[in-house]
Nanobody, 112 residues
Framework: VQLVESGGGLVQPGGSLRLSCAASGFIFSSYAMRWYRQAPGKERELVASISSLGDIIYYVDSVKGRFTISRDNAKNTVYLRMNSLKPEDTAVYYC??????WGQGTQVTVSS
């Protein structure tokens, strides 16, 4: 199992980013996928999750209405579109598959 995140960077408050997580080594369409984040000095938190077919989606309250999780099972990729970014969204973002498989993370920094 391999998960590789990309798309992080430095963005101004109010800006947008789209994170991608490319998966390999398993049947991607059979698994729900999750995005987590960890800010400095804080515990890792679940940000969003999406079922294997994309029909069941969850968001933590702090990102509802701003973030959108989606997946493309043909491309073995899960996405996290982040709009109206705030400084408190600054964190390392990770994708995760059940069985405790994690990517290496991608840094998102929201700052003027």
């Amino acid at each position: 199992v391999q998960l590789v995140e990309s798309g992080g960077g430095l963005v101004q408050p109010g800006g947008s980013l789209r994170l991608s997580c490319a998966a390999s080594g398993f049947i991607f369409s059979s698994y729900a996928m999750r995005w987590y984040r960890q800010a400095p000095g804080k515990e890792r938190e679940l940000v969003a999750s999406i079922s294997s077919l994309g029909d069941i989606i969850y968001y933590v309250d702090s990102v509802k209405g701003r973030f959108t999780i989606s997946r493309d099972n043909a491309k073995n990729t899960v996405y996290l579109r982040m709009n109206s970014l705030k400084p408190e969204d600054t964190a390392v973002y990770y994708c995760r598959r059940s069985g405790d498989y994690w990517g290496q993370g991608t840094q998102v920094t929201v700052s003027s």
